[in-house]
């Protein structure tokens, strides 16, 4: 099984998130052609329960999976990996069975009672066979990240949309002579259908990966019983793991109620709450992280890259990677956090036609080019063994955010602005413990060199940005072209600016994968 590098990695499962991207748009328009409005509620009543099973099922083994393989794999030792895999297993098989079992025996209480509309009831029993799927399906991405090998998890995102699509079209159409309620269970169904048949090809390029079949120990108990260092050891980075998705779905719960009662004791109507809760929640935020599965593909393939430089006592490689992972970040965040500050007005007023927030957005832009710095910090910390540290920062952030957002909305009266402060010192404070963390256990070495060229090309891509808009703002094209043509040519000048400050070379270029050789190109030779 060839190894990626760590960039390469990082390319294919961006590439692969995009790819994937268009294609839930392309989903949710189906929905809304075959379904209705009607059915598409009565199936997001169950979809956000999916969440809550992975995570009961799971219990973050992937990401501890995939440190322990990348240990185990750097060191050598193939019977370590199999015996993760066989622990892993049994603690997914078991959880899933009770989870199964539970969601089975309490489906018509859960859906009459917390789902609002009995008719839910046939979409929440349509989800259910996804337990089992997402438990093997977990543990075979767990271990291609380990032994750094993205190319399975990005083809298989693919598939798992590609069959949603199509399952979901033909699905649908058959089931709707049946009633509303039987076409979205259908709908459900197809995400069953796209997770299966995703894990029939990863269960492929697993066997494929090895030239030998990979034997499972005839007595499996045995070698169970014996694993438990590798139980342990699961389980210190895969609660952590856990309990940081339970503080993440706790707060999301949790900070509109906060919100919106701190606007009301600030005096404003509720039309006004809902008005602003509106654009700073459906117009800012996913502005704001739209750029953010660049960096979450990057967290992906950095943990077992840590993992795998940690368990060779390599400190020099670790902190290469570390200064790697956070250039990437920098060299994301910063064109854009300039993007969003300086086009607001048209990025509010060409994507949501709403220009009165583009001032919410100019206001929390630079303080969030901050958190970009924030899963390769995490992934560093859960390669090195620090799961817990992690999940104790983002505790600690979440909870300051929740504490800020009474006073400075309510109390300093800034409303709307307040709240967004409070997300700021939240994000600023979760970023400095991570750093903090990581400096405490190995050090952070940064080349200040080319940090400050990269925030330089950002601030010249900028002004450049600017002048082409009042250029184009002569001519009788429209606004959303304006705005198409101005960030397309700010980009193209922030990276002839990296190459040109060989941030960025040429050989850097033509090493990326299926695209390299034509992008290379475009960027000219230096004499």
């Not at 337990?131 to 990005?154: D, E, H, W």
């Amino acid at each position: 099984m060839k190894k990626q590098s760590l960039l390469k990695g990082a390319f294919v499962l961006t590439l692969a998130s995009f790819i994937t991207r268009i294609l839930v748009l392309v989903n949710s328009m189906v929905q809304a052609r075959v379904l209705g409005s009607e059915g598409i509620g009565l199936k997001m009543m169950v979809m956000p329960l999916m969440g809550l099973l992975v995570t009961l099922t799971t219990v973050g083994l992937p990401v501890a999976i995939s440190r322990l393989v990348a240990e185990a794999d750097a060191q050598g030792n193939g019977a370590k990996v199999k015996k993760i895999l066989i622990v892993s297993s049994t603690i997914t098989g078991s959880l899933s069975v009770a989870v199964v079992a539970l969601a089975i025996f309490c489906g018509n209480a859960f859906s009459a009672y917390f789902l609002t509309d009995q008719r839910s009831y046939y979409s929440f029993m349509a989800l259910i066979p996804i337990v089992p799927i997402v438990a093997v399906s977990g543990i075979l991405k767990g271990y291609f990240r380990g032994m750094q090998t993205m190319n399975p998890l990005a083809l298989s995102q693919v598939i798992e949309q590609t069959v949603r699509i199509s399952a979901t079209y033909l699905l649908v159409r058959w089931l709707i002579p049946l009633g509303i309620e039987y076409a979205a269970a259908g709908a459900v169904f197809s995400t069953v259908l796209g997770e299966a048949v995703s894990l029939s090809y990863l269960i492929a390029a697993f066997k494929l990966s090895h030239h030998r079949k990979f034997h499972v120990p005839n007595s499996l108990w045995r070698k169970v019983s014996k694993g438990k260092v590798i139980f342990f050891e699961l389980l210190q980075t895969a609660l952590p793991t856990m309990g940081n998705g339970l503080i993440f779905s706790l707060s999301k719960a949790v900070q509109p109620m906060i919100i919106t009662k701190s606007l009301a004791l600030a005096g404003l109507s509720s039309a006004v709450i809902a008005k602003d809760y509106g654009m700073l929640t459906g117009f800012v935020m996913p502005l704001l992280f739209f750029p953010g599965f660049i960096n979450q593909s990057l967290g992906v393939t950095l943990v077992p890259a840590i993992s795998e430089a940690s368990a060779k006592d390599n400190v020099r490689l670790i902190h290469r990677r570390i200064f790697q992972a956070l250039c990437v970040a920098l060299s994301i965040g910063v064109p854009s956090t300039m993007l969003l500050y300086l086009f607001a007005p048209e990025l509010m007023t060409v994507i949501y036609k709403s220009p009165q927030a583009a001032p919410l957005l100019k206001f929390i832009a630079p303080f969030f080019l901050l958190h970009y710095f924030q899963t390769p910090l995490q992934s560093a910390l859960i390669g090195l063994g620090r799961a817990k540290t992690a999940m104790f920062n983002n505790m600690i952030a979440k909870g300051a955010t929740l504490v800020f957002i009474y006073p400075l909305a309510a109390h300093f009266g800034l409303g709307i602005y307040g709240v967004m402060l409070a997300l700021s010192i939240g994000v600023i404070l979760e970023t400095l413990l991570h750093v903090f963390a990581v400096y405490k256990l190995i050090g952070l070495y940064f080349h200040y060199a080319e940090i400050v060229k990269i925030l330089l090309a950002g601030i010249i891509m900028g002004y450049g940005g600017k002048l082409i808009v009042t250029y184009l703002n002569y001519t009788d094209l429209q606004l959303g072209l304006t705005t198409i043509l101005a960030i397309i040519f700010s980009v193209l000048i922030y990276l002839l600016i990296l190459v040109y400050f060989r941030v960025i070379r040429r050989a850097d270029i033509g090493k990326i994968p299926f695209i390299g050789r034509i992008l290379v190109l475009l960027f000219p030779v230096r004499r």
